[in-house]
């Protein structure tokens, strides 16, 4: 990197300010919360960068979605050894619209 280029790990604020707040509208029905953090302060396993759950950062649902080959009581089993306050369901495409919805009697 030269000298005067700036730092591709540093965001400009007005950047990380759009980042935050824009969202799809089609994504808007989730209630997720973004934060930005520094990637040397988080969990490597190979090229992926993970945040560990802690008190400022809390699993409450996982949605395994239609095409996850992953068994229901599975993740349920993995989630009240590690993370016994979070849910899990099922989810599937809506019949009538562009929309996921929970496989309701998955829903706990």
Not at 15 to 37: F, I
Not at 62 to 82: D, E, F, H, N, P
Not at 96 to 104: D, G, M, Y
Request: charged share 25%; net charge positive.
């Amino acid at each position: 990197m030269a000298k005067d280029d700036p730092d591709p790990t540093k965001l400009p604020t007005a950047l990380q300010e759009r980042l935050l707040y824009t969202k799809a509208k089609a994504w808007a029905y989730e209630n997720e919360v973004r934060r930005l953090v520094d990637l040397k302060d988080m969990d490597q396993d190979g090229s992926l960068c993970f945040c560990p759950f802690s008190s400022s950062l809390i699993l409450h649902e996982v949605i395994i979605g239609a095409r996850c080959s992953l068994q229901l009581r599975a993740v349920r089993k993995l989630l009240r050894t590690y993370q016994p306050q979070a849910i899990a369901f099922k989810a599937r495409l809506a019949f009538k619209s562009f929309s996921i919805v929970p496989v309701e009697h998955t829903v706990p």
